[in-house]
């Protein structure tokens, strides 16, 4: 199976903040968010996978910037990383300043894909090879993130978390 560069599966999408997805603030619903981001991160596991892909888990979503009504929003999604049969995906969501045009970071998440096939079995992923700093800084945080994960399921003891080796025996 062929390596793969965060680039190759990488998911940009742009959208406008309308009033039926916003709450009595006028601001976009945190729920509507989370769709909008599975939705890219879903097209970013396709890409790299090549196959189906079902969202496994919601790791982490900070909503640290309100998103008002008639915003022009971006999220970015890509692999940060591959693992035997599941793929990490980060999301960046920025906000458009109407006027300048100036593009803020508001919000992040990260989500967790498995790749199926037709009877939904996990199949296998290419691995990914990252390019970047920001890529290459992810791409170890994420090892952590799935030890961490591993170890508060009582799948991995603590001391088995800095073997890199026991992240790819238990999956």
């Not at 593009?103 to 990260?110: F, Q, S, V």
């Not at 290419?126 to 508060?152: D, F, G, H, N």
């Not at 009582?154 to 080796?165: C, I, N, R, S, V």
Request: proline letters at 4%.
């Amino acid at each position: 199976m062929k390596s793969k560069t965060p680039s190759d599966s990488r998911t940009v999408t742009t959208d406008l903040v309308l009033p039926s997805e916003t709450n009595h603030l006028s601001h976009l619903f945190g729920g509507a968010l989370l769709a909008k981001m599975d939705r890219a991160a879903y097209i970013t596991a396709r890409r790299h996978s090549r196959r189906i892909a079902v969202t496994a888990s919601v790791n982490h979503v900070a909503f640290n910037t309100a998103i008002p009504l008639g915003s022009v929003v971006t999220i970015e999604a890509s692999v940060s990383r591959a693992f035997k049969t599941s793929m990490e995906i980060f999301i960046d969501v920025f906000i458009e300043d109407r006027i300048s045009g100036e593009r803020t970071k508001a919000n992040e998440a990260i989500y967790t894909f498995v790749a199926v096939d037709d009877t939904m079995t996990p199949v296998e992923v290419p691995e990914i090879i990252p390019e970047t700093e920001l890529e290459k800084s992810r791409y170890e945080a994420a090892l952590r993130r799935k030890q961490l994960s591993l170890v508060l399921a009582g799948k991995m003891k603590p001391q088995e978390a800095t073997e890199l080796k026991a992240i790819f025996e238990i999956e």
